[in-house]
């Protein structure tokens, strides 16, 4: 039986990055950054000096005499990892060549490289993208004879992102399917059938995807004592960012790596871990102790971000969560100037109203310039009202939480139906609509309107007293043929009788009559789509016309503007307000932050509190908490008390329960009125 010692140094290495630790760090960091190898596990607060931490731990390691080939340094985006290399490369005068570090994925395709024939592949290998595996899973499909257009069976894309949620969360496909998919648990075998086949394509054409770099590099250090051994020698010290991230895979991959040493420095916050929808699992930071029975836990809380009022208000949130390392934020900077407000508005049209206006005194008042300002929300359908109005008052914005409302495709696809009833001589609404059936692609649908051009209606620019009258006479492919037909009996329900129908009543037809199933099978965030169809409607009640309704929607979408101003004002170079999800607003920070939409059933969301589940209900309070953190200066957290319409009827909204958890004497309730 083997036994460790290990030596203490009788005189410490000179310090040839000539860092003053005790002077460049605080206190909670210097004892992080100067530990002992080990495990450690450092639970690093909002706005604290995370990065900070890890950088200077990687200079001290190689004070300390680490060879910069020893140390493995894992992020999971390049980003961050280009940034800790450079703030390494400023404190340490050294060449760090030899030192790993880059996110899982990469460091996986690097060690694969070079062992990739022990898996079968040669070290050539291709990688997947996006693309590429929607092109491969067509070819799968193809092979296995799986009709997969129009309705009934998942897309390629969809198909890839179950797989990656079967490799990432370990969970079987049978349970994803019934967990996340279950209108197409009757399609679970051909699915199977369809997941083998992608891995012997794979194998077969010597390529792998994102996935394959975590699990096969995984796979290949597990079967292989030899390998295995070779990095854990290699990597003597391995250090994680934001380690509450991490999946079961990546988990294991760590591990392994440090199950030699056990040199393993993880860096991250449970409280902000809100990822578990593509995999991370909270519990390999909640159970990091219980895997490392020695680790020593350093807390950083101190924060150089906020004002101590928004801080209060963080602590207060988060506080009631269970599942969770306890911790305070304590602020450096000084007491700010305005006390976090609560704000109640009438509906979600006078939100956008208030948010626009409140933004407009902060520039031309207080001086703060647009792009210090951000708007955050829980979904990214909560935005459409604040984008029309922003657009209105002519403010620049971006959003990152994907495309400007009205240029999202299933928003698309829904009015291509009402514009070309609006519309007879629309060819691109025409064939938008029917190269969503099965069996139609583009020589087919150029055909069909052909067909429909050549009818009386087209010329004349007349509305028909029967749109099925006229189309079910069209020849169509045989697996189009029964979508073909619901396709024109929904145009007879767009237009009853040759009157047009309103804006609302087309939406519902279209999305009930075909476009809900044909959601299902294209997109993976299907509930999110859906409830932007939904506000959709909501939002076209406001109109009776529905030819000022398309136009609305065109002047609000620059795919459908022209092309040559939406270049111009792609290339002002002007601030802008962001407007984001709070998930992809993680790890930024503005001087002031609108939170909108914070109403039960908007955040948390309905589907949260209506599942009853304290595991994600505790994740939407995370999610709040991130929320807050990215304020420095000042905080508004808007409510709407009613939403006039929706897809269900009218009903009154109440404010998040998240607000319970604040004290009353920590916010102003502002009391918005219209002149």
């Known amino acids: 039986m083997a036994r460790d010692y290990q030596m203490n140094r009788s005189t410490p290495l000179a310090n040839a990055s000539g860092i003053n630790y005790a002077a460049e760090l605080n206190e909670q960091q210097l004892l992080a ?44 985006t390049n980003k961050a990892a280009r940034e800790m290399m450079e703030r390494v490369s400023q404190l340490v005068p050294q060449d760090l060549s030899a030192l790993w570090t880059g996110t899982f994925h990469s460091i996986g395709s690097r060690i694969l490289r070079r062992h990739a024939d022990e898996l079968g592949f040669t070290r050539s290998f291709s990688i997947l993208d996006r693309d590429d595996q929607k092109a491969m899973l067509k070819t799968v499909l193809a092979d296995l004879k799986i009709e997969v257009k129009g309705k009934g069976f998942p897309k390629p894309d969809l198909l890839a992102t179950m797989f990656s949620m079967v490799v990432n969360t370990e969970v079987s496909l049978d349970d994803i399917i019934e967990e996340s998919y279950e209108y197409f648990a009757h399609k679970l075998e051909d ?53 509450q991230d991490t999946n079961s895979v990546q988990s294991k ?39 490392y029975p020695d680790a020593k836990v350093y807390k950083i809380e101190t924060n150089y971000r906020s004002v101590p009022e928004i801080l209060e208000i963080s602590n207060a949130a988060i506080r009631a969560n269970t599942e969770q390392y306890e911790k305070e934020l304590r ?33 031309d008042g207080d001086g703060i310039k647009p792009n210090e300002i951000a708007v955050l929300y829980r979904a990214h359908y909560q935005s459409m009202e604040l984008q029309m109005e922003l657009a209105h008052r002519g403010f620049q914005f971006e959003i990152t939480s994907g495309l400007r409302f009205f240029e999202q495709a299933h928003v698309k696809d829904v009015a291509a139906y009402i514009r070309f009833v609006c519309n007879l001589k629309d060819e691109v609404s025409f064939q938008r609509m029917v190269l969503m059936l099965p069996g139609v692609g583009a020589k087919t649908a150029e055909r ?25 006479k069209f020849k169509v492919p045989a697996k189009a043929k029964s979508d073909w037909e619901q396709m024109a009996y929904i145009l007879d329900e767009l237009a009853p009788a040759g009157k047009l129908a309103s804006p609302s009543q087309m939406i519902y037809a ?18 999110s789509r859906r409830k932007d169809i939904e506000t959709l409607m909501e939002y076209s009640e406001k109109f009776e016309d529905v030819v000022d309704f398309l136009s609305q929607l065109s002047l609000m979408s620059s795919v459908d503007g022209d092309p040559a101003q939406q270049k111009q004002q792609n290339q002002k170079d002007e601030p802008a307000i962001l407007l984001s999800s709070i998930h992809q607003a993680k790890g930024l920070e503005w001087k002031v932050v609108f939170l909108i939409g914070l109403a039960d059933g908007m955040f948390p969301t309905g589907r949260v509190l209506d599942a009853g589940d304290n595991e994600s209900f505790e994740e939407e309070r995370r999610l709040f908490y991130v929320a807050l953190t990215r304020a420095k ?31 009353e004497e920590m916010l102003e309730e502002w009391n918005v009125s219209v002149w």
Not at 48 to 56: D, E, F, I, Y
Not at 196 to 219: C, H, I, P, Q, W
Not at 450 to 471: G, H, I, M, Q, Y
Not at 511 to 526: H, I, P, Q, R, V
Request: aromatic residues 10%; charged residues 25%.
């Open 510 to 527: 279209v999305f009930e009559g075909s476009y809900d199933e044909y959601l299902k099978a294209t997109f993976d965030n299907y509930d």
């Open 331 to 363: 602020a450096v900077r000084e007491g700010g100037q305005m006390t976090p407000a609560l704000v109640p508005i009438e509906n979600t049209s006078m939100q956008a109203q208030f948010v626009c206006e409140r933004i407009q005194d902060l520039i």
């Open 253 to 291: 991959l760590i591990n392994l790596l440090v199950s030699k040493h056990k040199s393993l420095m993880v860096v991250g916050d449970d409280a902000q871990s809100i990822y578990s929808w593509r995999g991370a699992d909270m519990r390999n930071i909640l159970a990091f102790e219980e895997h």
């Open 448 to 472: 069909l309107w052909r067909d429909w051009a050549a009818t009386e209606f087209a010329v004349r620019d007349k509305l028909p007293a029967s749109f099925s009258e006229l189309l079910l």
């Open 191 to 243: 699915i199977r059938q369809v997941q083998l086949g992608y891995e012997a394509k794979k194998l077969a054409t010597n390529s792998m995807d994102f996935d394959d770099l975590l699990v096969r590099t995984l796979n290949l250090l597990q079967d292989n004592e030899e390998l295995r051994g070779l990095y854990q020698r290699k990597f003597k010290h391995v250090l994680v960012d934001e380690y």
């Open 633 to 663: 200066d000042q905080i508004y957290m808007v409510y709407p008390m009613t939403n006039p319409r929706s897809y269900t009827g009218d009903y009154v909204l109440s404010p998040s329960r998240f607000i319970d958890d604040i004290p």
């Open 33 to 76: 950054v100067t530990s002992r190898p080990g495990p450690a596990l450092v639970i690093a607060g909002a706005g604290s000096g995370k990065t900070r931490t890890l950088t200077h731990r990687v200079a001290y390691l190689l004070d300390q005499g680490a060879q910069p080939g020893s140390i493995l340094l894992l992020t999971f």
